[in-house]
């Protein structure tokens, strides 16, 4: 008979085994360590304390808030701040990123140059340094209400925010957030179209100008289709590194879920629950922009067979 | 055809070919060069007039070393020597002006520099010890950042080689973490190594502030390398392994000498970006209380004398960002061309 451990079968299992053990013997000392840790200080694990008080302000309530509802209605509006800087950032930063990634390949040499800069600048530098410089040194410092900067003739921007023609009113720190984020992002995203962009062959190009498209609507028509088979998984997560970066809002006080969690954790010091909230909500928001992304995904793939 | 391509085009043709070879092309310039113009304009007479600059100039050596002690200056001067010195041999090397006899030691010579280089940031055997939380500025910028990269490194490719793994215990534990990490933002996670590590640790373990920020990055880089080194396992055609095996090496022979040297190189670009990315993702520190370049910098703004110049300030943070970013992506492109990624 064969001994044991010349079964093929062995060394794996045994493997996996060893792993399965390790792994277990680890979080046992761990858990045993939080436990004794947070005995030591007085604490308990549970979520009761979400119903308490919040006797917190929140800046900005989307939906109705007030400071003596409890800590789940408190992150709730939270959340709802976060999925509103998520939104306008993902819609923005595309915009912005096909822009300036189509400039990138323009035939006009200073539209090349200039976006070529653009790119180069945004990305090379921290997220959380260029939303410092938009809210304190370009938000803080224009002008009062009274005599208010208006772009376009409809657009009106002052210290305390931005205001749009049909009633919408954005604080200076979700501008902030919009802006720092939407550049930052756009900046990425310009590179993934512009290699997108490129990855169409030469001669899809050359038959399309054969037909007599006009650029633009070759572009539209042609390229484009064909360049997002490559664009849009790296584009995907581009968007959630966007939802991710969305909680730098807590450097320029812009009350996201982050913002709202960390204050949460200030006061109750549930670091335990606070950080699985926090888990738990950025997990969801990945999956729900991911789950969308591949869906779209499907629907540009070449059919084949 | 050839006469013709080499002719060289006078400033007239060269314009109307490059910026104004179509109506639409006209208009875009005239609006780039009005914008150009006026933001120019802005932007000159701001810093030759309005600026006060001496906010810079007064606070620099704040801004590059921090409160670290005066008279030890010179151990930092040795170290950027140092590193000054292996960083031309290895360019030398690199672009052929040196012998080639020198790559087989200089990769010994940069993993000897590492610990003397901490040795003479951090003191201690022999030396007068400096504490961690002295070393601020770019200085605790850059010691954070090649200190995350270069102890992620080990842990991220353990971490893709078990997402690959034919072991289902291992694979998932994998993908459990990664995917975790990865659905978390930095700050989630740099919170959650400065606040709840501790709570984790045995009592008497207290890790500094420094440490537990280098925890942090470390938790969060790995993971994402993990992903990088896994797409250049997946470019190792089936072929390499089954000639491994047909050579008779075992299972991690296999890995450790033919697939990860290729898989590595395949993925250089993605792991120079990753280190940008970690590099800028140090900033984030000075949320949770750090002061390196982006946390001294808004200590230097709490100066009365000081307030409110940030425009400044961060304009000069940025650069230095920006100079260290640039340049490693050159770089980076330098040795992609080098090294004949996609080509061979």
């Known amino acids: 008979m064969t001994p044991i451990w010349r079964n093929r079968k062995f060394f794996p299992i045994l493997g996996q085994v060893i792993a399965a053990f390790i792994v277990a013997i680890i979080v046992m000392i761990l858990w045993h360590n939080l436990i004794y840790n947070l005995h030591r200080l007085g604490l308990q694990l549970g979520f009761d304390f979400l119903q308490f008080q919040a006797s917190f302000d929140i800046g900005e309530t989307p939906i109705p808030y007030k400071s003596s509802d409890s800590y789940s209605r408190a992150l709730l509006v939270g959340l709802v701040n976060s999925l509103r800087v998520i939104v306008f950032g993902i819609i923005l930063a595309t915009i912005i990123g096909i822009t300036v990634g189509v400039g990138r390949l323009s035939d006009n040499w200073l539209v090349r140059q200039l976006a070529l800069v653009y790119v180069e600048i945004l990305r090379n530098t921290p997220l959380l340094l260029q939303l410092f410089f938009w809210y304190f040194a370009v938000f803080l410092t224009l002008p009062k209400t009274e005599n208010q900067i208006s772009l376009l003739g409809f657009i009106n921007i002052n210290n305390r925010g931005v205001t749009l023609p049909f009633g919408i009113e954005l604080s200076s720190e979700l501008s902030t957030l919009i802006l720092g984020l939407t550049l930052y992002t756009g900046a990425f995203i310009a590179e993934i179209v512009r290699a997108g962009i490129l990855s169409v062959p030469k001669g899809q190009w050359e038959a399309a100008r054969a037909l007599g498209f006009k650029p633009n609507l070759m572009l539209r028509l042609v390229i484009f289709p064909q360049a997002l088979r490559l664009i849009i998984p790296p584009l995907t997560s581009q968007y959630l590194n966007l939802a991710k970066n969305s909680s730098l809002a807590i450097a320029i006080g812009y009350p996201d879920i982050y913002f709202v969690a960390s204050t949460t954790f200030n006061q109750t010091g549930r670091s335990v629950e606070v950080i699985l909230l926090i888990m738990v909500t950025y997990l969801t928001i990945s999956l729900i922009i991911s789950s969308g992304m591949n869906l779209l995904n499907r629907s540009v793939q070449l059919k084949e067979r | ?344």
């Open chain 2, 1 to 344: 055809m050839s006469s013709f391509k080499s002719q060289k085009p006078t400033i007239l043709q060269w314009l109307q070919k490059n910026l104004f070879n179509n109506w639409y092309n006209s208009i875009l310039t005239v609006v780039c060069l009005w914008l150009l113009f006026f933001g120019i304009k802005g932007i000159l007479t701001w810093v030759l007039t309005q600026a006060k600059w001496q906010v810079i100039t007064a606070n620099l050596s704040l801004f590059f070393v921090g409160r670290f002690p005066q008279q030890l200056y010179w151990r930092l001067w040795l170290a950027l020597f140092i590193i000054l010195g292996l960083f031309g041999l290895s360019w030398g090397t690199f672009t052929k002006r040196l012998p080639r006899q020198m790559n087989s030691w200089l990769p010994f010579g940069w993993a000897l520099s590492f610990p003397i280089i901490l040795w003479l940031i951090g003191g201690g055997f022999g030396l007068q010890p400096v504490e961690s939380n002295l070393w601020n500025g770019l200085l605790l910028t850059l010691v954070m950042a090649v200190i995350s990269i270069v102890l992620s490194f080990p842990l991220g490719v353990l971490l893709a080689l078990g997402r690959q793994s034919q072991l289902p215990v291992v694979r998932w534990f994998s993908i459990l973490y990664i995917e975790i990490i990865r659905g978390l933002p930095l700050i989630g996670v740099l919170f959650f190594a400065q606040v709840m590590l501790s709570l984790f640790l045995p009592v008497e373990y207290r890790l500094d502030r420094v440490l537990r920020g280098i925890a942090g990055l470390i938790f969060f880089s790995a993971a994402y390398l993990a992903e990088n080194v896994r797409g250049g396992l997946q470019s190792i055609p089936r072929g390499q392994i089954e000639a491994a095996k047909v050579l008779g090496l075992n299972a991690p022979l296999t890995v450790l000498l033919i697939v990860l040297p290729q898989a590595l190189r395949a993925v250089i670009p993605a792991l120079v970006g990753q280190f940008i990315g970690l590099f800028k993702d140090t900033s984030l520190l000075s949320i949770v209380g750090l002061l390196e370049l982006t946390g001294i910098s808004r200590a230097i703004l709490a100066q009365p004398q000081f307030i409110a110049r940030y425009a400044e300030v961060y304009l000069f943070i940025a650069f230095i960002y920006w100079v260290f970013c640039y340049s490693m992506s050159l770089a980076s492109r330098r040795l992609e061309k080098e090294l004949g990624v996609g080509q061979r």
